[in-house]
C-alpha cells in the first residue's frame, strides 16, 4: 500500500507519519605533543563528525559548519566532503558548536550540536599520553520526521560504498553498539540489586 503523503509548506511531498532515523557520532580525538608541546600549542586534536562505521555520510549532510573558539584563526570551519573532520593545535579546553546541513532534498533546516574539546582524561589527567589520545565522542540521532518522499526514497535505497577513505582517527573511534549497551545497563542493575540486597542484610542483622 502506498503511503500516505501530504504537501508541505514549500509544495514538496511529504510522507506522513514516516521517520527515518540517521545515526552520527560527532567526536574530538586529542593526541598531546609531549616534548614538541608549546605552551600555545600543547595538543594536536581533530574535530568530526561520523557515521556509526566511519562511512562517508555525504549523500543526508551536504556540510558541516565547525564553530570553534575565537582564539582559533578563522574559528569557522566548513567541510562539505568526507571526511568531515578538521584538524588543529591548541592548549585548551572549549565547548564548541557543529551545524549539520542537510542534503538540498531533505528541505530541513540546519540543526546545531554541542560539544565539549577535551584535552585532559578525566580519570588520569596528569598522565599524558602522545600516543593514546584523549577521545570524546557522543552518539546522536537525526530524525527527519515526516521527510520529503524523494528524500526518504533515495535514503532509504541508498547503497553506501563498499570503500571510503578511512579517517587516520579512524583506530580511535569508539564502539556504538545498542546491544552492548542493553548489556552494560543489564550488568548495572544486577550489581545495584546486590547492594541493595546487601544494604538490606545489614539493616536486618542490626535490628
Ligand atoms: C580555557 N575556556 O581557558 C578555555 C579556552 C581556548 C583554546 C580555550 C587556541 C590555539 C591558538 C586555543 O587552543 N584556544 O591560539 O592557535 O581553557
Same mark, same amino acid.
Given at each position: 500500500?502506498? /503511503?500516505?503523503?501530504?504537501?508541505?509548506?514549500?509544495?514538496?511531498?511529504?510522507? !506522513? =507519519?514516516?521517520?527515518?532515523?540517521?545515526?552520527?557520532?560527532?567526536?574530538?580525538?586529542?593526541?598531546?605533543?609531549?616534548?614538541?608541546?608549546? *605552551?600555545?600549542?600543547? %595538543?594536536?586534536? +581533530?574535530?568530526?563528525?561520523?557515521?556509526?562505521?566511519?562511512?562517508?555520510?555525504?549523500?543526508?549532510?551536504?556540510?558541516?559548519?565547525?564553530?570553534?573558539?575565537?582564539?582559533?584563526?578563522?574559528?569557522?570551519?566548513?567541510?562539505?566532503?568526507?571526511?568531515?573532520?578538521? *584538524?588543529?593545535?591548541?592548549?585548551?579546553?572549549?565547548?564548541?558548536?557543529? &551545524?549539520?546541513?542537510?542534503?538540498?532534498?531533505?528541505?530541513?533546516? /540546519?540543526?546545531?550540536?554541542?560539544?565539549?574539546?577535551?584535552?585532559?582524561? *578525566?580519570?588520569?589527567? &596528569?598522565?599524558?599520553?602522545?600516543?593514546?589520545?584523549?577521545?570524546?565522542?557522543? +552518539?546522536?540521532?537525526?530524525? @527527519?520526521?515526516?521527510?520529503?518522499?524523494?528524500? +526518504?526514497?533515495?535514503?532509504?535505497?541508498?547503497?553506501?560504498?563498499?570503500? @571510503?577513505?578511512?579517517?587516520?582517527?579512524?583506530? %580511535?573511534? !569508539?564502539?556504538?553498539?545498542?546491544?552492548?549497551?542493553? =548489556?552494560?545497563?543489564?550488568?548495572?542493575?544486577?550489581?545495584?540489586? =546486590?547492594?541493595?540486597? /546487601?544494604?538490606? !542484610?545489614?539493616?536486618?542483622?542490626?535490628?
Amino acid at each position: 500500500m502506498a /503511503s500516505d503523503t501530504f504537501v508541505g509548506s514549500r509544495g514538496e511531498r511529504r510522507l !506522513r =507519519h514516516k521517520e527515518f532515523v540517521f545515526p552520527v557520532v560527532v567526536g574530538t580525538c586529542a593526541f598531546y605533543l609531549g616534548k614538541k608541546a608549546t *605552551e600555545t600549542q600543547s %595538543h594536536k586534536w +581533530y574535530l568530526y563528525v561520523r557515521g556509526l562505521n566511519g562511512e562517508d555520510i555525504g549523500h543526508i549532510i551536504k556540510k558541516v559548519v565547525f564553530n570553534l573558539h575565537p582564539t582559533f584563526p578563522n574559528p569557522t570551519r566548513e567541510v562539505t566532503v568526507h571526511p568531515f573532520e578538521i *584538524e588543529e593545535h591548541g592548549w585548551g579546553e572549549f565547548e564548541l558548536n557543529v &551545524t549539520l546541513h542537510f542534503a538540498d532534498d531533505a528541505q530541513e533546516q /540546519s540543526v546545531d550540536i554541542f560539544h565539549k574539546l577535551k584535552l585532559y582524561s *578525566e580519570v588520569e589527567p &596528569t598522565n599524558q599520553s602522545t600516543k593514546k589520545p584523549v577521545v570524546n565522542e557522543q +552518539y546522536e540521532e537525526l530524525i @527527519f520526521s515526516e521527510p520529503v518522499e524523494a528524500f +526518504y526514497q533515495r535514503v532509504t535505497t541508498f547503497t553506501p560504498p563498499v570503500a @571510503f577513505p578511512i579517517p587516520s582517527i579512524a583506530p %580511535h573511534f !569508539r564502539v556504538f553498539d545498542p546491544a552492548d549497551d542493553l =548489556h552494560k545497563i543489564n550488568q548495572a542493575r544486577q550489581k545495584v540489586a =546486590h547492594m541493595m540486597a /546487601s544494604v538490606k !542484610r545489614q539493616f536486618e542483622s542490626l535490628a
